[in-house]
């Protein structure tokens, strides 16, 4: 029992409750909801969510590890785009050099940005939409705006092949990302040094953290993933797409806001973000066996979204916080609160 | 010029920079200075730089940039289509005040409840083009009456949405400088907290720069419609969102809220058409187009922060 408390204290105060809860509640409505409506929940479902979390995964995990480090990357949607390209181009014989290369790229490219945000102390935002119109440019140049074919089609077969009934080598690599980086977020310095760059920069600076390191190394961990991610969704549909669209960072920031990462930097963790995803991925999952249109998953995302936002802002804590005051200096009567202010106030 | 004029002025460094390349580029581009080409950047500048001076009225009030006032676009230019049953101008009428209702709400959210205007605006673009898709059941829209014709014609040969643009640059421009709230707008973006403890209206600053944006995604969704006669949401106006905010950057805009003018964005918007316009007579992709246009975009902002720094 005091385990329990144990462990359920530990999340409270790591932030993993909400990404639990709404973990469980996803996973519920996942299996309840169809046979609600007469539909059998397959293994084949499970396995397209952890599909889904296989191709947005790393982008959520990108972006998830920037707004804790304090900075928004824009460009792994560039990047993805890019890393598939770059993948088909170079990995025809040896598909693990086409990944590296999808990766090293990535690490440059975020390297590049992220030591010209902390450099000249630029707004993260900006510069990675400069960096996401050069590479989805990059991306659309080399493919001549075409979707480019990758002949080793066998590749993409293996990747996606079932293991356990819900599981993939491609799902299982981006779980494998997931966990490393948790691993690190939690137990080293580094994980440390980000939260705290994230939390209050300058606080973080005075204390000997090296802020331009950290964001750096957060971009540049960002642009690998986003890299990896475009190269192994690449594989999977046997040809790169020059412009996958917004619908990606529409997941991938979804994904890092209901696993409760922080906007406004300092909170979150790989375990929340990859919860978030497992969640969103579970979600679509249903309207695929509700055989809903897609505009209702559309729709539900983007509700998550807004109430995500909302629930994350900081005016409604205040807001929260004066109405419990009024409430407690004149029990009964949130209206005549005007008065009694008047009286704290002469 | 030397390296300390370059840090002194970046800004002037820049808009030097700026004129050595168009010069350049445009005498040693076949092509380039015929009547004919200067028209067709002007079309091209056109609906971008409305969606750009909607934009730079979210950036000026301190709420960083809306990332679907491109799907504001697409959705204003379907409903316009779809409503032209009713009239041309009750259509125009009804959807320019959609975009301002939609993004104006969102406005109300990030200003009374605090909430981030980027994730926000982001979930207000996968709820636009739900309901475009539940409304157009996926299908392309085509125009249900005629009569608009004029909204997509040429008044000597410049296309009537650089008109409308010019029209709109004046009107706001004189609105930031000569009124109240415009000048509200301003401090809200300069230094929130400041301007909440003078008492400024900053909640109603920041309603009014998104309703401000909406309307002109409206205006600009109008006269896309009109030019294409028919919309499809493929894509979701993604493009015009990444544009807008390019040319906002470009054109010098301050992200941090509080500078920035109406007409500066628009040489930023003239600035980058006539850059892809080079790019396309030396027979560049439309790839290459984007890559130039985010080189750009950083020059932008690196040479503007390096003034701020310079400044100090």
Known sequence: MSALRHASERLRRGGDLVPVLTFLLMAACFYAVPSLEGKDVEWSSGYAAMQTVAAYGPLALGIGLGMVAGVFDLSVLGMFALGGMLAVKTGGDSPALGVLVAAVAGLLAGCAQGTLVSRLKLNSMSVSLGGYLIMLGLSRAIGADQSVPYANVNVGIDLDKPILEVFSWHSLIVLACFALLGLLLRYTRIGRDIRAVGGDERASRVAGVRVGVVTAGVFAASGALAGVAGALNSYSLASAIPDPGFAPLVFAATAALIGGVAFSGGRGSALGIALGALSLALLQAMFGILASPEWVSQAVTGALLVVAAVAAAPRIADHVASLRARWAREPGSLVSNERSEHAVGS | ?312
């Open chain 2, 1 to 312: 010029m030397s390296a300390a004029a370059i840090r002194r002025r970046p800004d002037v460094a820049l808009a030097a920079l700026a004129a050595v390349v168009l010069v350049i580029g445009a005498v040693g581009t076949d092509g380039f200075l015929t009547s004919a080409n200067f028209r067709a950047i002007l079309a091209s500048v056109g609906i971008l730089g409305i969606v750009a001076v909607g934009m730079t009225m979210i950036t000026i009030s301190g709420n960083l940039f809306s990332l679907s006032l491109g799907v504001t676009v697409t959705v204003a230019s379907m409903t316009f289509l779809a409503w032209l049953d009713l009239g041309v101008v009750p259509a125009i009428v009804l959807s320019v005040a959609l975009g301002a209702a939609v993004c104006g709400l969102q406005g109300l959210i990030v200003a009374v409840l605090g909430a981030n205007p980027i994730v926000v605006t982001i979930g207000f673009g996968a709820l636009q083009l739900a309901a475009a898709a539940k409304f157009a059941g996926g299908e392309a829209v085509y125009p249900d009456g005629g009569g608009f014709g004029w909204l997509a014609s040429t008044a000597g040969g410049i296309p009537v949405s650089v008109f409308v643009l010019l029209g709109l640059v004046v009107a706001l421009d004189a609105w930031l400088r000569l009124s109240r709230a415009g000048r509200e707008l301003y401090l809200a973006g300069e230094n929130r907290l400041a301007a909440r403890a003078a008492a400024l209206r900053v909640s109603a600053s920041t309603v009014v720069a998104f309703a401000l944006a909406g309307a002109c995604a409206g205006v600009a969704g109008v006269l896309l419609g009109a030019a294409n006669k028919n919309a499809a949401l493929v894509g979701g106006g993604d493009q015009y969102t990444f544009n807008a905010i390019a040319v906002v950057l470009v054109g010098g805009v301050a992200v941090t809220g509080g500078h920035g003018v109406t007409a500066r964005t628009v040489l930023g918007a003239l600035f980058i058409a006539a850059i892809s316009d080079m790019l396309l007579l030396r027979g560049y992709s439309s790839g290459i187009q984007t890559l130039v246009a985010g080189v750009f975009v950083l020059l932008a902002i690196v040479v503007m922060q390096l003034r701020k720094l310079s400044a100090r």
